[in-house]
């Protein structure tokens, strides 16, 4: 294979490092606006932190790249391809836990598990949920049920589900609501460390999330989007004067 054939087959953005490419990206619902000409590129490798009030996009942003939502007008692209060509490659975490209330921790994960490695045995499905629930302070043994958790609990729980397939693009949407200071740090502290080391293919991975605690997410923002009625109002790197 020659050297250009690779390029071709992954595609020119991701050959150019981005992970996220959009293009005039516009979101209606209805005649309201919540993406407005939205041009925007985020390299692999980017941890960034989004900002903004209330109803400034935020969310509605991390659901195109998702696809989950479909643009009105413009382009996404992550990768280099259609988010729905890259679900592999992309995990994220909303509001809604999108977890099992009648599970266990551990049966919840091993049930994403073994949908995503369906040629691995009970064993080796067992030790990967069990690893990522332990990576964010919950056992693995605990029989409590999902149902019964705390709210911060089950944030930690949903942060476990995302991470248990090693996205090489993580979405993630207010993920320090209803936890407490040191559960925040300890959440914070977990994704420095996952965003600093590569996957076990070698790839960099990319972090995108929202939030309205901008000093909390500081240790995470290398750089920081502020977003202003559907639009990018602002955008500073770190240590940017």
Do not use: C
């Amino acid at each position: 294979m020659s050297d250009i054939e690779p390029m071709l087959e992954r595609g020119a953005d991701e050959v150019d490092g981005a992970a996220v490419s959009l293009e005039r990206a516009t979101r209606l619902y209805g005649k309201f606006a919540a993406l407005r000409d939205v041009t925007l590129d985020i390299p692999a490798g980017s941890s960034v932190v989004l900002l903004g009030e209330n109803g400034a996009g935020k969310s509605t942003l991390l659901k195109v790249i998702s696809g989950l939502q479909a643009l009105s007008f413009g382009k996404v692209k992550v990768f280099g391809e259609a988010p729905g060509d890259q679900r592999g490659r992309i995990a994220t975490m909303n509001h809604a836990s999108m977890l099992y209330d009648e599970l266990t921790g551990l049966e919840n994960l091993s049930f994403f598990a073994r949908l995503h490695w369906g040629e691995a045995s009970t064993d080796e499905v067992r030790a990967k949920a069990a690893s990522a629930l332990e990576a964010v302070g919950l056992s693995a043994e605990l029989p409590r049920r999902v149902g019964e958790y705390s709210q911060g609990m089950r944030q930690r729980a949903s942060l476990a589900r995302v991470l248990l397939t090693e996205p090489e693009l993580l979405l993630l949407d207010e993920p320090f609501s209803n936890l407490d200071v040191a559960s925040a740090h300890s959440m914070i502290d977990r994704l420095l460390a996952y965003v600093a080391e590569p996957g076990s293919d070698g790839r960099v991975r990319t972090l995108m999330l929202t939030t309205h605690q901008a000093e909390l997410a500081k240790p995470l923002a290398k750089t920081t989007i502020i977003l202003r009625g559907g639009r990018v109002a602002e955008r500073v790197e770190a240590g940017a004067q």
